[in-house]
């Protein structure tokens, strides 16, 4: 890619420690060793307690307990019992296994009492990489930045990947190529976060395809995983746009499953803003291999069995108006300005899963 005369940019990049490949959960007890801890408390879904009694195992020693009961969206109470666990154990670190509900609850409890974090993703949401941290009290989820809730060190095992549904793995990925997506186009964005954004996309377009023919496509799995490692990367570092605002607003205002609200969303916010972001829309159609992005992330998402409308998620045709009305409540950066007639079209759009014409 050719800079432009008028490129200015800032690069800045966060700290911590990524140890990334197959079978890499085995250097667990060394990792915690290498942070000076000494009583990990093994955070996970109730699903998956069986792969933190796996850590747990792997920890011997220096495991103090599991704490099995993160969910979605981090609500206020369940933070509350996992903060106190880790007081009550005196854990000095804790190891979060799972997605990014997991890695939530993690960060609730760095956020209140500083420990470190080690996170084992187990989806492609990217969690792992950000400072971003949400919390739910009242029905609202709040989310805020702080460098207290980044993870010391993740550790990137495409094994423990193997158990998630191709369903869920589909949607993760598209959730994954959403943060990249608007990477390239954010304002602050710099020509390292934008590289490592069309890296990102790629592996997970040419991993999606295997991955859905064979689950346990090891290589496949790993590519997916390596694409979402660089995708969360720039979720972490730069600001998100308008994709990411209505995904708040429908997940959070109208109950909408996550990754796949992401999924249903990201064609449409595209095809809005590729007038006014030509160069990010031509470098994620390249990395998709489409003629153009939006159609690009409809056909990733379709071809391989991912709901592509905001029916299929159950939502109501008379709740669009409010979405529209309660995205556009507050002003944010975004490459197109925020229009209301075309942001009610463009979400008339999602809710049809119209494939986008641009
Ligand atoms: P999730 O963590 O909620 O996981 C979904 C389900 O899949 C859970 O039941 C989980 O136990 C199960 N699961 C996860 N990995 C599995 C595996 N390998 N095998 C079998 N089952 C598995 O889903 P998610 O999409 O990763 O995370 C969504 C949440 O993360 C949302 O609350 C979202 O807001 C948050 N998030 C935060 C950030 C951030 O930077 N703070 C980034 C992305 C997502």
Redesign the pocket.
């Given at each position: 890619m050719k800079l432009s005369t008028d490129s200015s940019f800032v690069f800045y990049s966060l700290p911590g420690r990524v140890v990334f490949g197959e079978g890499c959960l085995a250097t667990l007890a060394a990792e915690v060793e290498a942070l000076g801890a000494q009583r990990a408390l093994v955070l996970?879904?109730?699903?998956?307690r069986d792969?933190a009694e796996r850590v747990s195992r792997q920890l011997g020693e220096r495991s103090a307990g599991i704490f099995d009961q993160?969910?979605?969206?981090?609500p206020i109470e369940t933070a509350r019992a996992a903060r106190a666990r880790a007081a009550e154990l005196g854990a000095d670190v804790a190891v979060a296994v799972?997605?990014?509900?997991?890695?939530?609850l993690g960060?609730a409890i760095a956020l209140d009492s500083g420990l470190p974090i080690i996170a084992i993703?187990?989806?492609?949401?990217?969690?792992e990489?950000?400072t971003?941290?949400?919390i739910t009290e009242g029905g609202v989820?709040k989310?805020g930045r702080d460098p207290r809730v980044l993870p010391r060190t993740v550790l990137y095992d495409p094994t423990?990947?193997?158990?998630?549904?191709v369903s869920?793995s589909v949607?993760?990925c598209m959730?994954a190529v959403a943060?990249a997506a608007e990477g390239l186009y954010a304002p602050d964005g710099n020509p390292i976060m934008s590289l490592m954004a069309e890296a990102g996309v790629a592996a997970i377009a040419q991993a999606l395809p295997r991955l859905c023919r064979n689950a346990q496509d090891m290589a496949a799995r790993t590519e997916a995983l390596y694409g979402a490692w660089l995708c969360?990367k720039v979720?972490?570092h730069v600001a998100m746009s308008l994709h990411h605002k209505l995904c708040h607003t429908l997940?959070g205002s109208f109950n909408l499953p996550?990754?796949e609200t992401h999924t249903v969303v990201l064609p449409q916010a595209l095809a809005y803003n590729t007038p006014a972001a030509p160069e990010a829309m031509a470098r994620l159609a390249r990395a998709m291999g489409s003629a153009t992005a939006a159609q690009g992330a409809f056909d990733l998402a379709q071809r391989h069995g991912a709901p592509v409308s905001l029916r299929e998620l159950g939502m109501k045709v008379a709740d669009l108006d409010r979405a529209c009305e309660l995205a556009l409540q507050n002003q944010y950066n975004n490459p197109r300005p925020l229009e209301q007639t075309a942001i009610r079209q463009l979400l008339q759009d999602a809710f049809e899963g119209r494939r986008p014409s641009v």
């Open positions: 996970c879904t109730p699903e998956q792969v993160a969910v979605m969206h981090v799972g997605g990014g509900s997991t890695i939530g960060k993703p187990t989806t492609y949401a990217g969690s990489m950000t971003i941290f949400g989820k989310t423990l990947t193997l158990t998630l549904p869920l949607t993760s959730n943060h969360g979720l972490g997940g996550h990754a």
